[in-house]
């Protein structure tokens, strides 16, 4: 029986890509937060909460009881990256140096309630009005000049300072902090777990961090309600897992990461400066774990990041690793399935192996199947587009923009970080049933205000009548698409009728998820759980080149 264990595992799909092809496996572990995270903290845009934060992170770091000499080295590039942040806020202090402002005046004048309570947040911090920090001064003086010119020129008469600057740079600093946050506990939580030899122990260290949040991890529930796993086998965290429980359990290891620059990490070479990124986790475990062969998918756009200084870096890595591997860039409408969608894929077999015959890049694949083939008969009428959508999907500014997909016969894709979102960006027109589907809750499904100033001001037309555009080949949205276009502008196909966007299951249906696939979360969680899946399709073809390559492992020898 094929082993297999996954991280950054998502709702599955190297194990629905198994049971496509019949091969028989146990899953050893899986791994996914699903973007909980407990270690961001909520710092408020004022000083005192930056203050109180970069107090805390240093008390931290003093706690922490460093035996790995590779530890300290890391622990010493965070503390010198603390240290940073604590100039600048020092700078930002000099900068804002004999700010006045009077308070009590402020609070009399304004009439927006919201700007009045932001500046409350900021006051309420002290014990006394004349104690504020000059720096908070100055972000109540960037509130009132957004809000009110007049009372703005009355209270900053004292002053020349630029308050848009300083919220920039604050804002910066909050950035930081919760970036180092982050790895500076995550370090200090992998001090404690060297205290405990028990790894099942170590596990309920780790669980007990993410207690209460069982709710919030909605990839787990998509992931335990399909696949055979229990509570003992699935982790949190990937940085937690210790690799060395599962050494040479494990047959294939597959996973992914975001793109990410190593360059500002640290100052070692090979794996060591990668640390505190997710893709050093994913390399540490093939170290530790040594599986046979590992899968590792990340986009394309990993080759190019940071001038290719990135590539580089993951490559040496993976020379390091004791693998023989290569690197593909395959598109998922080259293996079957229409979706326009380019990912790297590295397959490594450990060098120990005996190949039958050397791993090649899997065959294109004759694409067979358009749109139409993925769509549900009877869909809901909450996915219909009101009369407001279609006004703006259809608007002329829209169909004319460079990005604009209409009548694709392959779906595209949306990327952010390599995090995908499908909030009913994928709309299409279908012919007119069901006329009598009731529209008046459909707004809240599409309609965001940024969206809906845009519909206003663009006409009403209830049905499309533009020249209909059919492109052979897709082509893949801008990052910034998704949030600008929850009415699903940019990506759809019309025939005769009204536009709707694509339900859960049909996206399921172009990432090759079978209809067995038990949908048990919202539809807002599982389209963004489909958009960053692997596609099936493509995994299946790698899997059966690797089985070409080391026909034993699906027996798990």
Excluded at 318 to 347: C, H, P, T
Aim: proline share 1%; charged share 30%.
């Amino acid at each position: 029986m094929l082993k297999i264990a996954t991280v950054f595992s998502g709702i599955g799909a190297i194990e629905h890509a198994l049971k496509r092809i019949g091969i028989e496996h146990e899953i050893v572990f899986a791994s996914d937060n699903g973007e909980v995270n407990i270690f961001k903290k909520n710092i408020g845009t004022n000083f005192i909460d930056i203050k109180n934060e970069l107090d805390r992170l240093k008390k931290i770091i003093k706690e922490i009881d460093i035996k790995v000499e590779s530890d300290y080295e890391y622990l010493t590039d965070l503390d010198q990256h603390l240290n940073r942040i604590n100039y600048k806020v020092v700078e930002l202090q000099n900068q804002c140096n004999n700010t006045t402002l009077d308070v009590n005046y402020i609070l009399n004048e304004i009439e927006d309630e919201k700007v009045k309570k932001e500046i409350e947040k900021i006051y309420k911090k002290y014990d006394s009005f004349t104690n504020i920090e000059d720096v908070d001064k100055v972000l109540i003086l960037g509130l009132i000049e957004k809000s009110n010119k007049k009372i703005f020129k009355h209270v900053s008469v004292n002053t020349d300072i630029n308050t848009k600057l300083v919220l920039k740079e604050v804002k910066e600093v909050i950035v930081q902090l919760n970036m180092l946050d982050e790895k500076i506990e995550t370090l200090h939580i992998h001090s404690e777990l060297r205290k405990i030899e028990d790894y099942t122990e170590k596990k309920k260290y780790v669980d007990n961090l993410y207690k209460g949040k069982e709710k919030s991890n909605f990839v787990k529930q998509s992931y335990f309600a399909n696949y055979d796993i229990t509570d003992e086998r699935f982790h949190w965290n990937v940085s937690f897992i210790d690799g060395a429980q599962y050494t040479n359990k494990v047959d294939l290891f597959v996973g992914g990461s975001p793109c990410q620059s190593f360059s500002m990490v640290g100052k070692q070479r090979g794996l060591g400066d990668t640390r505190g990124t997710l893709f050093y986790e994913y390399a540490r475990l093939v170290k530790e774990i040594q599986p046979k062969v590992f899968i590792y998918e990340n986009v394309k756009a990993v080759l190019s990041n940071d001038g290719g200084k990135t590539w580089n870096t993951m490559s040496q890595i993976f020379d390091d690793l004791g693998y023989q591997w290569k690197l593909m860039v395959l598109n998922s409408k080259d293996y079957g399935v229409a979706q326009n969608r380019e990912r790297i894929f590295v397959v490594g077999f450990r060098n120990d192996l005996e190949l039958v015959k050397p791993f090649e890049e899997p065959e294109k694949v004759q694409l067979n199947k358009k749109m139409k083939d993925y769509l549900l008969d009877n869909v809901s009428g909450k996915y219909y587009l009101n009369s407001k959508g279609v006004a703006f999907v259809t608007d002329n500014k829209n169909l004319q923009k460079k990005w604009t997909q209409i009548d694709g016969d392959i779906q595209l894709c949306q990327k952010k970080n390599q995090q995908f979102n499908w909030h009913g960006d994928f709309v299409f027109v279908e012919e007119n049933k069901n006329m009598d589907k009731t529209m008046h809750d459909l707004e809240k499904y599409f309609l965001s205000e940024k969206v809906e100033k845009y519909v206003l001001s663009s006409g009403t037309k209830n049905f499309y009548s533009k020249p209909k555009i059919d492109l052979d080949v897709a082509r893949p949205l801008l990052t910034t698409m998704h949030k600008m276009h929850r009415a699903g502008v940019d990506n759809y196909v019309t025939t005769e009728g009204r536009i709707r966007k694509l339900t859960p299951r049909e996206c399921l249906r172009l990432m090759g998820f079978c209809d067995s696939f038990k949908i048990v979360v919202s539809d807002t969680q599982i389209y963004q759980q489909a958009g960053n899946s692997i596609v099936v399709d493509v995994l299946i073809e790698i899997v059966n080149k690797i089985i070409e390559s080391l026909p034993n492992i699906i027996e798990g020898k």
